[in-house]
């Protein structure tokens, strides 16, 4: 059964590795911003920095949902 499904367990376990990551850099970036008193434009364009590289993944699993529905491979 493993083999079956090792492709699907891979996409969730990388998925979920990345959102992971991306939680724990958010983490990162607030604990530097609210120790070092930055003013709330730094504040905002650190955390769309962050926010624009989620959506990148987002944009480019919806892509590839597209793609594969398709049958381009």
Known sequence: MLTEHYELIESIAL???LFILFVLMGYAIH???SKNDVPRYGRFVAYGVLLLGAMGFVAKGII??????????
């Open 15 to 17: 998925n979920l590795g």
């Open 31 to 33: 604990d530097v911003l």
């Open 64 to 73: 590839q949902i597209f793609w594969q529905s398709n049958g381009i491979n």
